[in-house]
């Protein structure tokens, strides 16, 4: 599967901005999918919101817990993630990655074999 994340931009604090991850090549419902944020200078990639292949479950970091929602819509092959209520410290290159492990929600960062080219968000004060 190949994946292409969009949508990202310079934004101020309190806005909202939406991230869309197309993919192609296979369908989404196959994989778990998840959002990752690296953020300037720093070498960790954070995993902030993800959903299982299978069922409905959804994780989400406590850093963005109630201000961002992860959906896909399978008809258009895209995952999206809707980010509300935006500080300075969501500034970081977005990713979006897939998982092939047909499980729960897979949170480890190893476990995504497929991965988007990043989108930057910035969040001025």
């Given at each position: 599967?190949?994946?292409?994340?969009?949508?990202?931009?310079?934004?101020?604090?309190?806005?909202?901005?939406?991230?869309?991850?197309?993919?192609?090549?296979?369908t989404?419902?196959?994989y778990?999918?998840?959002?990752?944020?690296?953020?300037?200078?720093?070498?960790?990639?954070?995993?902030i919101a993800a959903?299982?292949?299978?069922?409905?479950?959804?994780y989400?970091?406590?850093?963005?817990?109630g201000?961002f929602?992860?959906?896909?819509?399978?008809?258009k092959?895209t995952?999206?993630?809707?980010m509300?209520?935006?500080?300075?410290?969501?500034?970081a290159?977005?990713?979006?990655?897939?998982?092939?492990?047909?499980s729960f929600?897979?949170r480890?960062?190893?476990?995504?074999?497929?991965?988007g080219?990043?989108?930057?968000?910035?969040?001025?004060?």
């Amino acid at each position: 599967v190949q994946l292409q994340a969009s949508g990202g931009g310079l934004v101020q604090a309190g806005d909202s901005l939406r991230l869309s991850c197309a993919a192609s090549g296979r369908t989404i419902s196959d994989y778990g999918m998840g959002w990752f944020r690296q953020a300037s200078g720093s070498e960790q990639r954070e995993l902030i919101a993800a959903f299982s292949s299978v069922g409905t479950t959804t994780y989400y970091s406590d850093s963005v817990k109630g201000r961002f929602t992860i959906s896909r819509d399978n008809a258009k092959n895209t995952v999206y993630l809707q980010m509300t209520s935006l500080e300075p410290e969501d500034t970081a290159v977005y990713y979006c990655a897939a998982t092939s492990v047909q499980s729960f929600v897979v949170r480890t960062r190893a476990l995504y074999n497929y991965w988007g080219q990043g989108t930057q968000v910035t969040v001025s004060s």
